[in-house]
């Protein structure tokens, strides 16, 4: 796997439901290596939270996943996915291997117990079971996150600690036993802009420390542009195009990221709400066999498009596209 710190091959994710059955990742694939940023981007509902959800083995049991997950533990690979469902050895990966943030601190934060003995917890399962050097590692761990005078916020409770605190303890505790991958996903979405910028800056400066990979999930292309290296774009359920972050913005191809980007102007620009495209994201169940866009697409051409859903092909070094249209001929490429 070279440097990969994960590979996920053709992973599909099925839900049985009263109404039939969903299914909101179909044939998704990708790998992140050491110390890169790899961003998730797409619609509500086009399953990035599944997606990264099945790397941490956490989605609920109804989801039937399928696939390969392929983690690098010590140089050894090992399919997430064989593991048992909240067995041993997917837990001693979680939290240790590979951590998770999510958008709102307050919900991954127990209320009843201090911000200290949550993260200390953490160190106890994976580090160590003595309980003072547990304590000396999350103070550690505190500090390198901003989190000021920490020997007495550690016996503090959630409640006391602002938003954006919160986000920095979720961040440590996250990262105090060092994982091979973070995953945040709209990590900053609850916060206030300073604030925000100054947790994402917090993740680049960790991420270059501790040389981590990241998987970033949003929808906000403004952050994008500031994290990330690559871009995978998501759409009800697929990887409809792959590139480094410079080229998705500079040369999108796909009609669909050409729509997510309508209102971005630049690389580091200004950021705002961004859907210009008409429609939602409809329901993963029942589908056609052609192209999940179609029915959205302004460029679609009806002989092109016809045939079954387009996989995804490399029309430029590490920039991957699935469209019939011909990238070449595409209109509208950024300024
Ligand atoms: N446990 C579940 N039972 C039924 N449907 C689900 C379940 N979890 C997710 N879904 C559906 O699967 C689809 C993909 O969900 P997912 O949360 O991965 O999307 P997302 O792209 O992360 O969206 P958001 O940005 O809103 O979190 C959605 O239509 C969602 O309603």
Redesign the pocket.
Known sequence: MENNVVLVEDLNIK?K?DEGT?T??RGVSFEVHENETLGLV??????????S?AIMGI??K??ITTGKINFNINGKTVNLLDLKFGGPEIRSIRGKSVSMIFQEPMSSFSPLFTIGHQIAENVRLHITKDKKQAKEITIEAMKRVGIANPEKRFNQYPHEFSGGMLQRALIAMALVCNPKMLIA??PTTALDVTIQAQILELMKQLQKEYKMAILY?T?DLGTVAKMCDRVAV?YL?RIVEVAPVYDIFKNPLHPYTKGLLGSVHKIGGGHERLFSIEGT?P??MNLSNRCGFYERCTYRDENKCAGVEPCLREVEKGHFVACYLDPAAAPDKME
């Not at 797409?42 to 997606?51: A, M, P, Q, Y």
């Open positions: 839900i439901m969903l909101p990742v797409g619609e509500s509902g086009c399953g990035k939270s599944l997606t959800k989605n609920s109804k989801c996903d709209e999930i929808h998501m359920g994201v329901l993963a």
